[in-house]
């Protein structure tokens, strides 16, 4: 699960501003936004990028949370 419209909502950023911003098709955006499809780590960077040139402050881990807690090393 990610939170690309959750951030880019709070934020007032439009889906096509943001499509813009990263030189994609809205529902390509759409798509990420939505589950449907899966993005690759250079996609999540580009979007988490691309949301903080538009105003939001995040990171990578804030867009795209760790599904389980990593174990602490030993």
């Not at 709070?10 to 889906?15: P, V």
């Not at 690759?40 to 988490?48: K, N």
């Not at 599904?67 to 030993?74: F, G, I, K, M």
Request: glycine share 8%.
């Amino acid at each position: 699960m990610n939170r690309i419209s959750a951030l880019r909502n709070r934020s007032g950023i439009k889906q096509t501003a943001l499509a813009g911003a990263l030189g994609w098709s809205q529902s390509r955006l759409s798509n990420y936004e939505s589950g449907t499809r899966i993005p690759g780590l250079y996609e999540c960077r580009a979007i988490t990028v691309a949301l903080n040139k538009l105003g939001t402050t995040c990171t990578l881990d804030d867009v795209f949370p760790p599904e389980h807690d990593v174990p602490e090393a030993a």
